[in-house]
């Protein structure tokens, strides 16, 4: 049976170019800082996002909560988005591991924060208070249907944390998709921001692993963060190998699945039972409101024709990503109709 899985673009397989990498990588020891691969593909993602170093983690959570750590002292507070993936989706790993106190502040349906508001959520020099120690912003944003921040949206927040001496961070999970759709470099994007993580095993169809940016002195601690949270390796090379594979030739690719996605989008549009602005998703997630009948049931039909994403609430969410193309998406949508369509469901 053909299966098209929307679910995440973290279901991506590695490209036969980067499994030939992986096997034929050089190896050395990260923890001794001696794997040639590895330290290739860190330098190259520094450079390319305009930092002066990068440390490899496994996961884009662990990229953020190494940042985190590095950046506040225990007892410090951030200030985040109420939608914010590290503020719903990280394990509450600030506080918990980093004895951080989180603030949350509106965002707004791009995802932005408003630098008014960032400015007074900024906390005084007050005993009573805990300190203000980081700012982080979230591009694209997985929860306002992966819209993207401009270059001026940063740094008009970043004005504001300079103002105040206190450090910006970017959760870039999918930082190339917002560079991709702005046609602008990913170094001018995040030239604002003190640090930046991005993963390489969403849109860039890596296994696994994520990377986080920024200075010299800031990479020295999060290296030291990460080995307290259990994320130093070894012979990582055989991961390293496929993210530079990625670096070097996925990107300008993640317009095709940019594409894919408003495809999708206009074709569910069409399809009665379906709610969706097709407008609204500019990149590679698009959401949708289900109205034909109850939503399991429809998951349940649909995953048993091959197309993975459906939930059991009226909310779904389909990412397009590699090996999903034009005649993937028109199957997916053919299938959709059909069973929306012609199935009974009481």
């Known amino acids: 049976m053909r299966i098209i899985d929307f679910r995440s673009d973290t279901v991506t397989h590695p490209t036969p170019e980067m499994y030939r990498a992986m096997m034929e990588a050089e190896l050395g020891d990260d ?29 884009g959570t662990m990229s953020n909560l190494v940042a985190i750590l590095a950046h506040c002292r225990r007892g410090d507070e951030m200030i985040v988005g109420h939608r914010s993936h590290i503020f719903t989706d990280e394990g509450g790993g600030a506080a918990t591991l980093g004895g951080v106190h989180v603030q949350t502040i509106h965002n707004d349906e791009r995802g932005m924060l408003d630098p008014q508001e960032v400015e007074e959520a900024i906390r005084p020099d007050n005993v009573h208070f805990p300190t203000t ?3 982080a912003l979230e591009n694209t944003h997985t929860s306002c249907g992966g819209v993207v921040l401009t270059q001026d949206d940063i740094g008009s927040v970043a004005r504001v944390a300079r103002k105040h001496h206190i450090p910006l961070h970017i959760d870039g999970a999918r930082i190339f998709n917002a560079s991709v759709y702005l046609e602008t470099p990913v170094s001018e994007l995040v030239k604002d921001a003190d640090s930046v993580s991005f993963c ?17 002195e800031f990479i020295k601690k999060a290296r030291f963060w990460r080995e307290t949270v259990g994320g130093g390796m070894r012979q990582v090379g055989v991961i390293a190998a496929a993210g530079i594979v990625a670096l070097e030739s996925m990107i300008d690719r993640l317009a095709e699945d940019h594409a894919n996605a408003r495809r999708l989008a206009l074709g569910l549009s069409r399809i009665p039972g379906i709610d969706i602005d097709p407008d609204r998703y500019p990149t590679n997630q698009v959401y949708f409101q289900v109205t034909a009948g109850p939503p399991a049931e429809l998951a349940r039909l649909l995953e048993e024709r091959g197309i993975k994403g459906g939930a059991k609430t009226k909310n779904w969410r389909f990412v397009t990503h590699y090996g999903i193309g034009p005649e993937e998406v028109d199957h997916a949508l ?13």
Not at 334 to 346: A, G
């Open 334 to 346: 053919e299938t959709i109709k059909d069973i929306f369509e012609h199935c009974k469901i009481n």
């Open 200 to 216: 390489l095993s969403k849109g860039l169809s890596c296994p696994i692993g994520s990377l986080l940016c920024g200075s010299e």
């Open 31 to 59: 923890e001794y800082g001696d794997d040639p691969t590895l330290n290739r593909l860190e330098a190259l993602a520094a450079e390319m996002l305009g930092k002066k170093a990068a440390v490899f983690t496994p996961s």
């Open 133 to 135: 120690g980081l700012i």
